[in-house]
């Protein structure tokens, strides 16, 4: 099977993982551009180098694309980018013209552009560190309650213009993009939504591409992988999937950053990948969800939660493991009584990246890799999980609080501990390098020798 993958950026998460993934299975040709010429924190990706690889990729099964990176560079420049809406058209027209010469499923994705309730401008306009909290009340306010007028505005004009204008102009192209899936371009497009509240432009933008037939889905940086599962399950049959709660009377509350229940947050990931939601009894593998009680935890944010105090016991049928009691981390009480069972050949992954929808998008996707493989690599299976332990549970839910900047010597000092404990668990020799790619300690870059 042959699969092109064109990410949102070079982060660690949206470049090395897919390919992780897609190893998996060696019956799996995986295509994606180089590394440099995408996005990242401060830059963009180099739109004419990345339409120079679209146009000389070789005959595919499927392609799975970020539109966000074509029209704009990437994810963090469609809210940057200063480029007129008649430019990204032009762009994109430009997309469309190559796109239509593939003989290839199209899954493609853009995102509803977000509104952070925060005053940190690390992934906004510049503007966004002295009136990002404001516009956050305004978009709130203004949906809450149906006009403008109803609205004290302390905005400086010429910023709210330029913030409403840079909205528009990503909606505007949004609706181009239904068009197109209209026309029978793509197999499936998703317009992707993240840092959700109840109310605000992005909640209105979201119900209008709906009512225009479009179809949105709370998330962002797993969306692709959500895709890739769709396309690498596209030729079997369903996956069955039943899903296991820990806390299963708490499947109703909502996650940080998300609009939906967890249950429905589930759901969802899973319809969208191609899976079917069936019993238990019924099921090909088992989805174990270690969800929250009250409320979700944020350990970096020192927002505390309820361990897990259940009891954790060897499945007797394929399984996998969206740990989601934390966003962004590991529960260490959870992964301390999975660590204790042990794990065996029923064991299809585990994940605890970021929000609730990273988790599940992404432990869905290898889950279904390895369920269909063809030619199944259980080395690169090993890999990956070594890098998923190491990353949210070693790093995200402990030696990230021990660092104060992203020092890839001390964090190296600090994972050894965590580092033959995941050798031990897996059964798997590794040496392990780390980096802090946009040098930040929020993502970090476990590299295994």
């Known amino acids: 099977m042959k699969l092109g993958f064109l990410p949102i950026d070079n982060r660690p998460v949206c470049y090395t993982l897919p390919r992780q993934i897609s190893e998996i299975d060696g019956d799996v040709e ?4 180089e590394r440099e010429i995408l996005g990242d924190l401060t830059k963009y990706a180099d739109v004419e180098r990345i339409f120079e690889w679209l146009e000389s ?24 980018s ?3 809406f008649e430019q990204i058209k032009a762009r994109i027209e ?33 503007y966004w560190n002295r009136w990002g909290k404001r516009i956050f ?50 197999e499936t497009l998703v317009f992707s939504k993240d840092d959700c509240a109840e109310y605000g432009f992005n909640v209105q933008e979201a119900q ?36 296991i709660f820990t806390e299963p009377e708490q499947k109703h509350l909502i996650s940080n950053y998300e609009d939906v229940s967890i249950e429905k947050s589930v759901i969802g990931q899973l319809e969208l990948a191609g899976c079917k939601v069936v019993e238990s009894g019924e099921a090909d593998i088992l989805l174990f969800v270690n969800n929250f009680v009250g409320a979700q935890g944020e350990i970096v944010m020192k927002r505390p939660t309820m361990p897990f105090e259940g009891v954790w016991n060897l499945p007797e049928k394929p399984y996998m493991i969206a740990d989601v009691r934390y966003a962004n981390g590991a529960d260490n009480a959870f992964v301390e009584k999975l660590f204790a069972a042990g794990l065996d050949e029923n064991f299809y992954g585990y994940s605890a990246w970021n929000t609730s929808a990273n988790s599940l998008g992404s432990l869905i996707c290898a889950a279904m890799t390895k369920f269909f493989a063809k030619k199944y690599n259980d080395t690169a299976f090993k890999r990956l999980q070594t890098v998923r332990f190491a990353d949210d549970w070693a790093y995200q839910a402990n030696v990230r609080q021990s660092l104060s900047s992203p020092d890839r010597n001390l964090c190296a000092v600090a994972m050894k501990p965590f580092e033959k ?28 020798n």
């Open 57 to 80: 990729l070789p005959e595919l099964d499927a392609l799975v694309i970020s539109l966000d990176t074509a029209a704009y560079g990437g994810l963090i420049s469609s809210r940057r």
């Open 137 to 186: 009340d305004y978009s709130y306010q203004t949906h809450k309650l149906g006009c403008e007028s109803c609205i004290t505005n302390v905005i400086p004009t010429d910023i709210l213009d330029d913030y409403i204008a840079t909205r528009k102009r990503n909606f505007e192209i949004n609706k181009i993009y239904l068009e197109w899936q209209k026309e029978g371009l793509f």
């Open 82 to 84: 200063p480029d007129t």
């Open 94 to 126: 430009r997309l469309k013209e190559i796109l239509k010469k593939k003989n290839a499923k199209i899954y493609a994705f853009s995102s509803i552009m977000r509104i952070s309730n925060n005053n940190i401008n690390e992934e906004e306009k510049e």
């Open 208 to 243: 209008a591409l709906e009512k225009l037939g479009g179809f949105v889905k709370t998330g962002a940086d797993e969306i692709p992988l959500t895709l890739l599962a769709q396309a690498i399950g596209a030729a079997q049959h369903p996956l069955k999937v039943a899903t």
């Open 30 to 33: 995986f295509f994606m551009p």
């Open 421 to 448: 404990r995941i050798s031990e668990i897996l059964s798997f020799d590794f040496n392990a390098e780390y980096s802090f790619p946009w040098k930040r300690l929020f993502e970090v870059e476990v590299e295994l």
